[in-house]
């Protein structure tokens, strides 16, 4: 089946696309699936704020309208815990919108052998390449096994883009890898991104990260379309600035284009404190941990880091002991951890979250590296728990998030984690 690979769309920073302005967009880009194709959307979880709940409707209608045979659901979750079946139907808008054509909706399980597929294997000298020497050794690619040879006609890939600690940008081949890979490249791309630093990385379109995935993504066997979108929220809700779709590698590219004007924020200075309202979509701090990455580069040496997360309550339900048993620390600490422990070698995308957390180190006076910065909890989570992973603890009970509101040196962020902070365009 031939489908156009070309990219259509539109956005800017300022626009706001009503569902009226997307239809045309997606009639476009699926008019070349044939009547009696099975598809599959691949779809993000509850963790990222997007538009699927308006866009996902619009596949079903115009895939119905095509006479498409089926269209199924996988939910890109990575690691995360899956959703319950409340929230898998409110992700993709069931029951705000029309929805004729909806088939089953698959979790994805990155640790079931017995769900993932191997479509084949890059060599070390190809993710030398890729990578620019960061690492080299093979690796297998294997993905959820819905994406086996046959299984569809045409994959659809619904996902936003904004700036991400491991790829640069979410978006396009991330929802592959790790949104529904096998732990070999969910760890290895992880890895690679705590390597080349999360400075050089994140809000960065060309990055290692991005282009090992867009090179696995060349093993899947249907062919693919991205719809990709750039959102943003406000007191008013959610707006869509943008919808490219097409290319898999070039609609993020363009998408990432319009994020870096609307999610990247220049303070034009650092802060001795910097106080996160952590966003509601955090729930626990696997994904919380954005609040540094997209903070760190703001604070001052020297400086802290406040997350005030009342409703956090884990710091990772798949990974906590792992992350517990070893605790956040700089880069080259957990290098050198990662040296001493088969454990973490093997799960090497919980070494790089240690590392992604506590954002960069330095060395102090007696020549050992510390973190460049402190971080302080104020969550539902115990004090010694706290303390197990390096982190200062607050009580969140008695804590007030906007005590420093009136301090030059503290900058105080609500929802936390969507948007990244830098101090001006030309530096970190």
Not at 86 to 98: N, Y
Not at 262 to 275: A, D, E, L, N, S
Not at 346 to 370: M, P, Q, R, S
Not at 373 to 378: N, S
Request: glycine share 10%.
């Amino acid at each position: 089946m031939k489908v156009e690979t070309s990219v259509i769309g539109t956005g800017a920073p300022t626009a706001d696309l009503t569902v009226t302005d997307m239809r045309p967009i997606v009639d476009e880009a699926l008019r070349g699936i044939a009547p009696g194709a099975r598809v599959l959307a691949v779809v993000s979880d509850r963790t990222r704020d997007d538009n699927t709940p308006e866009l996902f409707p619009l596949v079903s209608q115009v895939l119905a309208g095509i006479g498409a045979a089926s269209l199924d659901v996988l939910i890109a979750q990575g690691t995360h815990v899956p959703m319950n079946d409340k929230d898998k139907r409110a992700k993709i808008g069931a029951g705000l919108a029309a929805m004729p054509l909806l088939g089953t909706i698959f979790d994805h399980h990155w640790d079931r052998e017995s769900e993932l597929t191997t479509l084949g294997t890059i060599d070390a000298d190809v993710i030398a390449k890729h990578t620019g020497g960061l690492l080299r050794e093979s690796v297998k690619i294997r993905l959820n096994a819905h994406l086996a040879p046959g299984q569809y006609d045409v994959v659809l890939v619904l996902g936003a883009t904004v700036p991400h600690e491991v790829a640069g940008f979410a978006g396009g081949a991330k929802y592959f890898f790790p949104g529904v890979a096998g732990p070999e490249l969910t760890h290895l791309t992880h890895w690679l991104g705590a390597l080349a630093t999360i400075e050089r990385v994140i809000g960065r379109i060309e990055t290692p990260t991005r282009r090992l995935i867009e090179a696995a993504a060349a093993f899947v066997p249907a062919p693919v379309i991205a719809l990709t979108t750039v959102a943003t929220r406000d007191a008013s809700g959610l707006k869509t600035r943008a919808l490219f779709a097409g290319d898999l590698r070039q609609t993020v590219r363009r998408a990432a284009e319009i994020s870096q004007q609307v999610h990247i924020r220049y303070t034009g200075r650092r802060y001795k404190r910097v106080v996160a309202i952590l966003d509601d979509h955090y729930d626990e701090l696997w994904v919380g941990g954005k609040a540094s990455y997209k903070l760190g580069s703001i604070i001052e040496r020297g400086g802290e880091l406040i997350i005030y997360a009342p409703h956090l309550s884990a710091i990772s339900l798949t990974h906590g002991a792992l992350i517990e048993k070893y605790g956040y620390a700089p880069l080259e600490r957990v290098r050198d951890m990662v040296e001493g422990s088969d454990e973490l070698r093997a799960n090497l995308c919980v070494a790089a979250h240690l590392a992604h957390v506590a954002y960069a180190g330095e060395k102090g006076d007696d020549g050992v590296v510390v973190p460049r910065y402190r971080i302080t909890l104020a969550a539902n989570l115990p004090e010694a728990t706290c303390r197990r992973v390096n982190l200062g603890y607050l009580d969140v009970r008695t804590f007030d998030p906007r005590a420093f509101r009136d301090d030059p040196d503290t900058l105080t962020v609500e929802n936390a984690g969507r948007d990244l902070y830098l101090v001006n365009r030309e530096g970190r």
